[in-house]
């Protein structure tokens, strides 16, 4: 699966927003001994702040704009995939990308696209993660990161970190504590994953 130059996986990681998850695995991916390289980020919104926080890090980007495609989910997938062609991508990781997805981008990258979810998967897939997982009393919360499949949040986990709950925590509080466990975690298990080491639970 890998570069023949660098012997390292071309990972594409997709975004929408700030994209600390995609700075994190773009810095995991210069270190001397990383399996796998990022080789772009796309973003299906242009005002994405993690553009410009992949331009200074010098990863390629691009945009494919879903506005654009008005309700044709399928074409917008489809130019996403002339991208990933274009790249010779190997490995999807989203990472914070707000598009529910279609059977055709799944199944073009099926055990091939991997997912971070704030919450401890099963539960609390979808939004709204640390303020539920606070309303449900839950003396720990954490983050996933599992392979995408048809379901949302849905797929295969390869990897949690569980994070303690604070007894005066707000849904902020814990998900920015969450999102520290998220940047340690990620990169581990994407670097697990394409080194083929990763357990599927
Ligand atoms: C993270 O909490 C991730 O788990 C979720 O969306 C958030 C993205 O944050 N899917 P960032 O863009 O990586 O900073």
């Given at each position: 699966?890998?570069?023949?130059?660098?012997?390292?996986?071309?990972?594409?990681?997709?975004?929408?927003?700030?994209?600390?998850n995609m700075?994190?695995?773009?810095?995991?991916?210069?270190?001397?001994?990383?399996?796998?390289?990022?080789?772009?980020?796309?973003?299906?919104?242009p005002?994405?702040?993690?553009l410009?926080?992949?331009?200074?890090?010098?990863?390629?980007?691009?945009?494919v704009?879903?506005?654009a495609?008005?309700?044709?989910?399928?074409?917008h997938?489809?130019?996403?995939?002339?991208?990933?062609?274009?790249?010779r991508i190997?490995?999807?990781?989203?990472?914070?990308?707000?598009?529910?997805?279609?059977?055709?981008?799944?199944?073009?990258?099926?055990?091939?696209?991997?997912?971070?979810h704030?919450?401890?998967?099963?539960?609390?897939?979808?939004?709204d993660?640390?303020a539920?997982?606070l309303?449900?009393g839950d003396?720990?919360a954490?983050?996933?990161?599992?392979?995408?499949?048809?379901?949302?949040?849905?797929?295969?986990v390869l990897?949690q970190?569980?994070?303690?709950?604070?007894?005066?925590?707000?849904?902020?509080?814990?998900?920015?504590r969450?999102?520290?466990?998220?940047?340690v975690?990620?990169?581990?298990?994407?670097?697990?994953f394409?080194?083929?080491?990763?357990?599927r639970?």
């Amino acid at each position: 699966m890998a570069n023949a130059r660098t012997g390292r996986v071309r990972v594409a990681v997709l975004i929408s927003g700030a994209g600390s998850n995609m700075a994190a695995l773009i810095d995991a991916g210069l270190q001397a001994d990383a399996p796998f390289e990022v080789v772009l980020v796309l973003s299906n919104k242009p005002e994405a702040g993690g553009l410009a926080t992949a331009e200074a890090k010098g990863v390629p980007t691009a945009v494919v704009d879903h506005a654009a495609f008005g309700k044709d989910r399928l074409a917008h997938e489809q130019a996403v995939q002339t991208v990933l062609d274009a790249h010779r991508i190997e490995v999807v990781a989203l990472a914070g990308y707000m598009r529910l997805l279609t059977p055709f981008l799944v199944g073009r990258w099926a055990g091939r696209m991997l997912n971070i979810h704030p919450s401890l998967l099963p539960r609390y897939p979808g939004l709204d993660t640390h303020a539920r997982a606070l309303a449900a009393g839950d003396a720990e919360a954490g983050c996933t990161v599992h392979l995408v499949t048809d379901g949302v949040d849905d797929g295969p986990v390869l990897g949690q970190a569980a994070v303690p709950v604070q007894p005066d925590d707000t849904p902020a509080a814990l998900a920015q504590r969450v999102l520290v466990a998220e940047h340690v975690l990620y990169p581990r298990v994407l670097g697990d994953f394409c080194r083929g080491r990763v357990r599927r639970s």
